[in-house]
């Protein structure tokens, strides 16, 4: 019986349920046959990427040690664990074009030839944002501001460039990363300055225009606050209305231990799937430490100084911190369970503890503990915990069936 849940399984993934390259929108329920005869012969599924198959693919970002696998610990998890990965600096605007007239793909070249080795779904990150892009974008060879005209020139060849060279390879793009201020306005980035408003609708034309099969998301962080999720739909709203390809909202998940909670997170992910786009968790990841600045936000200029009681688990975390990490995780991956339908994909902001940028965000040198694989690249309770939630699939469907 197994063998043949398998085998409907796969075919079902190859021909039919997973129509898109990213997710499935079928009900999966060969998956979920596979997954029931699985558990009810009392074997856990034994990967990430195994147990959520069907419902959603589950991936990470990287950094070039382990895509040029200089990291062997960290390689061994990447290629068991998860099917999509996503670029954690390489494909920025600072990495592939730092120059005005040089573009450096060394390095984004060998993370695509990673995901193309291991056979994962690739993410490029980002097109289009505020951060990690040169001042010089911005300016004339003189220093002065550029025109509304030059601009969007200069983002145009950027997007051609860089998504013309890997068409058909990468499969799903952040065309615009963090264009909105925590109010849901626009916030006054030089792009939005310079260009206005339609800087978003030309970047997702001109990214379409360079590979008309990539998925495209607009992406973003605390889009679960009320006041920024409007904003975000309303984007989108507009977006769709003037002709754009949109595929996706990506819902960066930097989540903390006690918020957002459950029901914020299924209202957020419901908002975006009433679109008729897909929902990405983009970069998840759970911050354990005390916040030393206000606001919940991943900012990355927001920075603070930190004192002993704000880096309190320097020598590793609490048993019970642990449990909670865990719970946190099973809640959260509850709700994305629970939304499988209309989710593409799970990825989570690096691969082990040691490896996150939480560790040096808002306060450089702390010791955080935000994924599901130690420093030693061991699981952590909240590795089980997720594995764990998958089984909540056949716990749905089984009520679905009229149970
Ligand atoms: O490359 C330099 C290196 O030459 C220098 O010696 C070193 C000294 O600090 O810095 C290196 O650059 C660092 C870069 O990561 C590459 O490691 C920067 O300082 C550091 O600020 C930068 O942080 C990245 C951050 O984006 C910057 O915005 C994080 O790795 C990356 O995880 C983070 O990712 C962002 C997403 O792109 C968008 N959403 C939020 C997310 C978390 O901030």
Redesign the pocket.
């Given at each position: 019986m197994l063998r043949s849940a398998l085998r409907s399984f796969k075919k079902n993934a190859q021909h039919g349920g997973c129509v898109r390259r990213s997710y499935c929108v079928a009900p999966c329920g060969a998956a979920l046959a596979f997954l029931a005869v699985s558990f009810a012969q009392g074997q856990t599924a034994p990967t990430l990427k195994d147990a959520y198959r069907g419902l959603f693919r589950i991936g990470t970002?990287v950094?070039a040690a382990q895509f040029e696998e200089r990291d062997g610990r960290g390689d061994a998890i990447i290629e068991a664990q998860f099917n999509t990965i996503s670029p954690?600096?390489a494909l920025?605007w600072q990495s592939v074009h730092p120059r005005p007239d040089s573009y450096n793909f060394d390095l984004s070249d060998r993370y695509v030839a990673f995901g193309e080795r291991y056979k994962m779904f690739i993410v490029g990150?980002?097109l289009v944002w505020h951060?990690?892009v040169p001042q010089w974008v911005f300016r004339d060879v003189e220093g002065k501001t550029l025109t509304r005209e030059a601009l969007l020139e200069r983002m145009h060849d950027h997007i051609r460039t860089v998504v013309g060279r890997y068409k058909g390879r990468i499969g799903g793009w952040d065309v615009v990363?963090?264009a909105l201020s925590e109010d849901g306005t626009m916030r006054p980035s030089p792009w939005y300055k310079i260009i206005g408003d339609d800087y978003i609708l030309k970047a997702f034309q001109f990214a379409h225009e360079a590979d008309p099969s990539a998925e495209l998301y607009y992406n973003d962080?605390s889009l679960e606050n009320v006041a920024k999720r409007k904003g975000a739909v309303a984007l989108i709203r507009k977006l769709k209305a003037a002709g754009a390809t949109i595929t996706g909202a990506g819902l960066?998940g930097?989540v903390r231990i006690d918020r957002p909670d459950a029901q914020t997170e299924a209202e957020t992910i419901e908002a975006f799937a009433a679109l008729g786009i897909r929902v990405n968790i983009s970069?998840l990841d759970v911050d354990v430490l005390p916040r030393t600045i206000r606001t919940d936000s991943?900012d990355?200029s927001e920075t603070a100084t930190g004192t002993a009681q704000s880096n309190p688990y320097t020598s590793g975390l609490t048993e019970e911190m642990q449990q909670r990490l865990a719970k946190r995780y099973a809640e959260l991956f509850g709700v994305f369970v629970q939304h499988h339908r209309v989710m593409g994909r799970v990825t989570f902001?690096g691969v082990t503890d040691g490896d996150s940028?939480l560790n040096?965000?808002p306060t450089r040198g702390r010791t955080n503990y935000p994924l599901l694989f130690d420093r030693d690249g061991k699981p952590k309770p909240a590795f089980a915990a997720v594995l764990e939630e998958a089984k909540t699939a056949l716990r749905l469907s089984w009520r679905g069936a009229g149970n």
């Open positions: 970002a950094n954690e600096n920025k990150h980002c951060s990690q990363n963090e962080y960066q930097h970069e991943a990355v902001w940028w040096n965000f």
